[in-house]
């Protein structure tokens, strides 16, 4: 979903917080962090958010702005798609969430899958590296990269709750439940089960 001003307000803070890891002159650094304010001021502004949250949330980090990446474990059973019910609202989604420092994309997929439903999975291979912004969510402060991993189902048994989710369950691809959107769309499920039956393997990008 295209918002012109949130890119711009996200442009903004990304270029101050580049600006200010890397300016040296002390009247850039001003600059920089008065660019910063504007993005904080953007944000709060459009969104009716308090400004110290959204400095809090969206312009507290340093060092070189970098997307976040999410990723989101893809587990077929009789060709079911496994899929967990999210606590923050009670939509479902696939499992996963945001990279870990020092994990690798597989690892993450593994630890979330037992974490929110459970299951032991094997990973298989990549099926898509999707850029957020666009596809059909709705719009988010941040700039995200999504990996969707496809894994073979190995063990474990469904858990009644986890610490993010409060159900578990798989679903065929015309009997899909309400989504959490902010984490999956339709759309991008249907092409997850035509990536995993392929016979050809390919990787669906952006």
């Known amino acids: 979903m295209n918002i012109p001003w949130l890119d711009w307000a996200k442009q903004i803070q990304a270029i101050s917080q ?107 291979r990549l099926l898509a590296v999707l850029d957020k912004k666009r596809h059909a969510h709705p719009p988010s402060p941040n700039h995200v990269y999504k990996i969707f991993i496809l894994c073979e189902l190995v063990g474990g048994e469904a858990l009644d709750a986890g610490l993010e989710t409060t159900g578990v369950g798989f679903f065929g691809e015309s009997e899909l439940p309400p989504l959490s959107v902010e984490r999956n769309t339709a759309g991008q499920l249907r092409r997850m089960f035509e990536l995993a039956r392929s016979t050809a393997p390919q990787v669906l990008l952006d």
């Open 18 to 124: 580049a600006g200010l890891e890397y300016g040296e002159n002390g009247y850039d650094l001003e600059r920089y962090e008065a660019l910063r304010s504007i993005s904080v001021e953007m944000m709060s502004y459009f969104t009716d958010t308090p400004i110290d949250k959204v400095r809090e949330l969206f312009a507290s980090e340093t060092g070189y702005a970098t997307p976040k990446v999410d990723i989101r474990a893809v587990v077929l059973h009789e060709d079911k798609m496994l899929l967990v019910k999210e606590r923050a609202d009670g939509a479902w989604s696939l499992p996963g969430g945001w990279a870990d420092i020092g994990l690798t994309p597989s690892e993450v997929a593994v630890k979330e899958t037992k974490e929110e439903a459970g299951y032991d999975v094997q990973p298989l």
